[in-house]
């Protein structure tokens, strides 16, 4: 999640880029706010950090100590 809210934030400086603004120019007050469109970038772009099998072992760790029912929870794919 930190990951994608990272990325997610650097779209409109991304975007400020591409559209010539050099970096000693740029203003707060000139950036856009992060919207949608930037998360959505980001979700191409950053990977999970845990893998299937390392979920899994959180899943049936969680079935058997934690505080959230199984029932709650996503299931996987894959």
Same mark, same amino acid.
């Given at each position: @999640?930190k990951? =994608? &809210?990272?990325? /997610?934030? @650097?779209g #409109? =400086?991304r *975007? /400020?880029f591409?559209?010539?603004?050099e970096?000693?120019n740029l203003?707060k *007050?000139? @950036?856009? /706010? &992060?919207n $949608? !469109?930037?998360f959505?970038? /980001? $979700? !191409?772009?950053?990977? #999970? +950090?845990?893998? =299937?099998?390392e979920?899994?072992s959180? *899943?049936?760790?969680? +079935?058997?100590?934690?505080?959230? #029912?199984?029932?709650t929870?996503?299931p996987?794919s894959?």
């Open positions: @999640m990951n =994608l &809210v990272k990325d /997610a934030s @650097m #409109p =400086l *975007e /400020a591409t559209q010539g603004t970096i000693t203003k *007050e000139d @950036m856009r /706010a &992060v $949608l !469109q930037d959505e970038n /980001a $979700l !191409q772009e950053v990977r #999970p +950090s845990v893998s =299937l099998n979920l899994g959180y *899943e049936d760790w969680n +079935s058997k100590f934690g505080s959230f #029912p199984p029932s929870m996503q996987r894959g």
